[in-house]
DNA sequence: AAAATGAAATTATTGCCAAATATTTCATTT
DNA sequence: AAATGAAATATTTGGCAATAATTTCATTTT
């Protein structure tokens, strides 16, 4: 009698990018290995191995304590849940774009990439109206970006820019600072090399 | 009597960005040793290498070799040489951005990195009405995208995708299609990891 | 029976060294 | 003064072993 493959209660792996994936992709982006993270959801290094590959549902309980751990939205691993199925991993629409970080007064982050398990992730930023970052700390990436509309300064190796709409930078390793000088919101794409949220 | 570092004509290397830094970019970016070149330009390998150090300076004529070779404008290579100083290498003005490519109609791509040496490059695509790239074959890079304005229609892995403003992508190392099916340009940032003009 | 574990087996990553390539230097030639 | 070409240096590439991470799966727990 032939073999038949192992049944699970739901397919997980049908989609191209599933909750599975998207674990895993920010535990990498937080350098922690499966033991790290299994151990700080109090499961076994053999279980987390098989929720990353799809092979097992996390709980939602799971599922909290691995976005709050990140500070990602519980949203963010059902992106692209009513997305065609051809599209998830590709395109991202307007309408269903994932709001990160922690929500930063001032700051509204979106993330543009499909997925964070590319080579760079594409964010879509609001400043508002005089916003301030204060110093952001140097990070091992390259960050490069384009301003759609409005204004923004940026200090970079210790220099302050000041670009308006059209205007482009890119820098590596750097502290940074950014401020919207002005009276509208200003809104930005910004590339990270690799990803690093 | 101590010696004096040696002189040169003009000083290369003052800014950030020199005509060196460029040749010794787009040289890479196709693969190509200083042999190789200087071949191409019947130059031997060692003024090559002063060249792309700033310790030399290649004649108008070399130049137009090389721009001819890679297929960039001339002007490619004098595209910050009103910039300040401090903003070289970092900022890159709406006004003096670089035209590339070769002028295929239909489409006008300008550089909006300040050069070619990152981890990517970041390009502000404008797709006129009805325009059609083809069939592009594939490129062992990472392309992502965020439409500012208008429609595009983009193929990637035999699957046809409407985008629109707001919406964006991302994909690896595929056989890509793009047009523009509106009335209207498309304006689109374009990102390649790596660099790959 | 289904879910989870934990240890063994497998796979992936890292550090090192040698070989091959590529680049720089510099004494000499044009 | 500019350019060359060969020697010196530096960088990249490809194994290979050691370490770390992940997967598998027989067993235990719920």
């Not at 940026?154 to 059209?166: D, I, Q, R």
Request: glycine share 8%; no cysteine; proline share 7%.
């Amino acid at each position: 009698m032939p073999s038949k493959p192992k049944q699970f209660a739901t397919d997980l792996s049908s989609s191209r990018v599933s909750v599975g994936d998207d674990i895993r992709a920010i535990r990498r982006l937080r350098g922690l290995t499966l033991a790290d993270l299994a151990k700080q959801l109090n499961r076994s290094t053999g279980w987390m191995s098989q929720v990353e590959r799809g092979q097992n549902e996390p709980s939602i309980r799971d599922l909290r304590k691995i976005a709050a751990l990140f500070e990602f939205p519980l949203s963010f691993f059902f992106r692209n849940h009513d997305a065609p199925a051809d599209e998830r991993g590709v395109v991202v629409r307007k309408a269903s774009r994932t709001t990160l970080g922690t929500g930063e007064s001032g700051l509204v982050e979106e993330l543009l990439s499909p997925d964070l398990s590319g080579d760079f992730e594409m964010i879509r930023s609001v400043f508002a109206p005089g916003a301030d970052s204060g110093k952001v700390p140097a990070r091992p990436t390259q960050d490069g970006g384009y301003v759609i509309s409005g204004l923004l300064d940026l200090w970079v190796f210790g220099k302050k820019h000041e670009l308006k709409a059209g205007d482009s930078f890119q820098f590596q390793n750097s502290v940074y600072r950014w401020r919207n000088p002005g009276s509208e919101p200003a809104e930005v794409i910004w590339i990270i090399s690799p990803p690093a949220y």
